[in-house]
């Protein structure tokens, strides 16, 4: 059981708090890529929804930019144990780029230009969870952190937040993506360590 300071209910939640186990706090913003950096022009970008019977939902990126945004701030967890806090983004909720897919697929595969991939239930990209991200810190994403636009899924290990992210495939069954099938977790929860497949 916890013991509680008599000051304890009128304190902020504090960086310690925030800290998933195993984690350390990082001031600057790594860049981690599992190949090169592919090098897409803003506007040839397209963000693609394709569900459990093919049929497919393209956005470009003057549609993508006419959608409502959002501006999520949150806190980032590298499976490679940093953690970065208070991190600010501009992007579309996948609520509003799935609100308009009728489907009763559970699953998801995230894919990115360049051939990486990542898996997660689609239920972790709803409900206000997961963006389509397309601004950092006041600037346009730069192209070694995913420009012209990644997937950002806070609450799960980073390495599901696809750089360069490109589209969406809803699936019934659940397909690994490119760290699951080399033995990552196929979840990811950073408050559980799930980090390699076994955890
Ligand atoms: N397309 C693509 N997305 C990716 C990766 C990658 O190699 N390719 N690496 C993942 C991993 S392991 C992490 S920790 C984050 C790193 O994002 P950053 O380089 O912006 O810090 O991107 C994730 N998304
Ligand atoms: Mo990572």
Redesign the pocket.
């Known amino acids: 059981m916890a013991i509680f300071s008599p000051g304890f209910r009128g304190r902020a939640r504090g960086a310690d708090d925030r800290l998933p186990p195993g984690q350390y706090l990082t001031e600057d913003?790594?860049?981690?890529?599992?190949?090169p950096t592919?090098r897409i022009a803003p506007e040839r970008w397209s963000f693609t929804v394709t569900d459990e019977t093919g049929a497919e939902t393209t956005w470009s990126r003057a549609e993508f930019l006419a959608l409502p945004q959002e501006q999520p701030h949150v806190d980032?967890h590298?499976?490679?144990r940093w953690s970065k806090l208070d991190t600010d983004w501009t992007g579309v909720s996948l609520d509003t780029l799935l609100g308009a897919v009728e489907t009763q697929a559970e699953y998801a595969l995230v894919y990115?230009?360049?051939?990486?991939t990542?898996n997660l239930p689609l239920d972790d990209l709803l409900d206000g969870k997961a963006w389509v991200a397309h601004r950092y810190g006041g600037a346009e994403l730069d192209p070694?952190?995913?420009g012209p636009a990644?997937?950002l899924v806070p609450h799960l290990?980073?390495?599901?937040?696809?750089?360069?992210?490109r589209g969406i495939r809803l699936l019934d069954r659940d397909e690994q993506g490119?760290?699951e099938a080399a033995g990552y977790h196929d979840y990811g929860d950073p408050w559980r360590e799930q980090r390699y497949r076994d955890d």
């Open positions: 913003f790594p860049v981690l890529s599992a190949g592919p980032i590298c499976v490679t990115s230009y360049g051939g990486y990542t070694e952190h995913g990644r997937l290990y980073f390495w599901k937040s696809a750089k360069w992210v490119f760290w």
